[in-house]
């Protein structure tokens, strides 16, 4: 009896921590229940001298991806501005918005936002990033990522 209570100790605390880091290698970024909500269909249009908000990973033309997903968003500014990294705001576009920017906040650099592995459920899933340059210049784009089952 002992000696199965030393075996079962000695198998937990060698797989379970690599179960649990497995999942934790990918970011949660939407959660079922946050996808089950009505889209918000509204469009934002305009012109911005401010800074530019560029998706580089899942390519806009990728078409379907599977998740998890590399997701990479590129800011470039101009005219010597610098890009104010705490104004970067993150929303799923639901009614209501649900603000993604906490879950991803320490993947946001100067130069973009860059998740190596992104957990999506299935489905389309329109989000939108802001962020503002020192001189106060908004900036943003919006985008679909169409996650296939």
Partial sequence: MLRRRLLWRAICGCILPFAFALSADALQLISEQEASLPDDNTQTRGISRGPKVVLINPAPTAGLVRSP???KIRFESFAGAKIDTDSVV???????????????????HP???ELERTEVPAGEHRIRVDVKDSEGRAGWTEFTLKVAD
Avoid at 95 to 101: C, S
């Fill in 69 to 71: 997903f590399g997701l």
């Fill in 111 to 113: 130069d973009g936002i």
């Fill in 90 to 108: 993150i929303t799923y576009k639901k009614k209501p918005a649900i603000d993604l920017t906490q879950r991803a906040k320490s993947f946001v």
